[in-house]
């Protein structure tokens, strides 16, 4: 049996399946089309989002926490980040999936369909579900194609990590700091670190998270941050509220180069995950402001939407990793001492120049980067 005929077709209502409808919504342009939001589950997601801006953003009514200062800290340094004039800020998915469906479903143009889409055929322009198929103009796609595990040309590493939101007996944490990537609890041969976000004195979340060629057991990341307490924090006085856990591919293989007039990849499958960072919040924001002004200047939605300057330094930096994991800490210990912050987010957002560029790539000179050059640029 045939569903209805929409204009859009969004499938997948995660963060980029949302904030894609959420911007429709809001643009008289697409005004009284009708758009289905296409999932096979629409719960509330427990994980977090962060993401690193200038002044005011269009998140902070969502933003749960933000910094200004952050911490970086390895066997050689620990370097105190002053942000200004950024702040690093912290959203809950399940309050940005919560104010999000609300909004989309208020205007009115909107229809969320619970099921599992497997196909979409370009010829019928027909997404086919587990229960039904769904006709459109034109389909935004969020389903990772999982041939990029077996791409022998492209690299592929990945973050993964497991977060306790703690509760302490003693004060333990400053609030006003985050600690983006303390290396002092190591695991053998791999590129692993504690994250914390500190809410308040006695309050935070710590993730143990790799960025590694491999994945690991849950009782692996348990133990790493039963480490850390015991030993950086010096406690066992501590309750674990909640936990969250996730694996993030970080990886070149070019999911853009699926997008057609019919078809466009979103979100992780359309490779909007900074490969170098696993980072996709911003990157999500810019990419569908670039959709909508495709769409209104009759371009196919999904042109230019990939900055291939700044794709081909992340392959060559995913091949270090890949090719020297236990290379990890010194590689983003030179990261961090060598640039400011301030630069480290102007390159990480690609918005540096190619000299600014060199700058960034001269502080992680090494023998290692040359190889990967030559192996990713030839």
């Not at 973050?159 to 333990?172: A, I, R």
Request: with cysteine.
């Amino acid at each position: 049996m045939l569903g209805p005929r929409y204009f859009y077709v969004i499938i997948g209502g995660g963060l980029a399946g949302l904030q894609l409808a959420r911007q429709l919504s809001r643009d008289v342009f697409f005004k009284g089309k009708k758009i289905a939001i296409i999932d096979s589950d629409f719960a509330m997601p427990v994980k977090t989002w962060c993401f690193w801006e200038e002044g005011k953003g269009k998140w902070d009514e969502l933003v749960t926490k933000s910094w200004k200062e952050g911490q970086f800290i390895s066997s050689e340094a620990n370097i105190n980040l002053k942000l200004s004039p950024y702040s690093y800020k912290m959203i809950k998915a399940a309050d940005y999936h919560q104010k999000l469906q609300d909004e989309i479903e208020k205007s009115g143009d909107f229809e969320f369909i619970t099921d599992e889409i497997h196909k979409i055929d370009p010829v019928t322009m027909k997404a086919m579900g587990r229960k039904k198929s769904y006709s459109a103009t034109h389909f935004f796609d969020s389903r990772v194609d999982p041939s990029y595990l077996e791409s022998k040309k492209h690299t592929t590493i990945f973050q993964h990590f497991k977060g306790w939101e703690v509760e302490t007996e003693e004060p333990m944490f400053t609030p006003d700091s985050f600690t983006m990537m303390d290396y002092r609890i190591k695991y053998p041969d791999a590129t692993a670190f504690t994250y914390i976000l500190p809410f308040t004195e006695k309050k935070a979340l710590v993730e143990y998270t790799f960025f590694s060629p491999f994945l690991t057991e849950d009782k692996v990341y348990d133990e790493m941050l039963r480490q850390y307490f015991e030993k950086i924090l010096k406690t066992k006085d501590y309750k674990i509220k909640s936990t969250e856990t996730g694996v993030i591919p970080m990886t070149d293989f070019p999911f853009d180069k699926a997008n057609t007039k019919q078809i466009t990849k979103i979100g992780t499958g359309g490779g909007w995950v900074k490969p170098s960072t696993g980072y996709s919040f911003k990157n999500t924001e810019k990419r569908i402001a670039k959709i909508i002004e495709n769409i209104k200047n009759g371009k196919k939605p999904g042109e230019n939407l990939i900055n291939n300057k700044f794709r081909r330094y992340d392959a060559i930096f995913l091949d270090v990793l890949a090719q020297n994991n236990q290379k990890g800490e010194d590689i983003f210990t030179k990261f961090y001492t060598k640039n400011s912050p301030q630069d480290i987010f102007r390159y990480l957002d690609e918005e540096t120049s190619v000299s600014e560029d060199l700058k960034i790539m001269l502080s992680l000179y090494s023998l290692d980067f040359i190889v990967s050059f030559f192996r990713k640029a030839f």
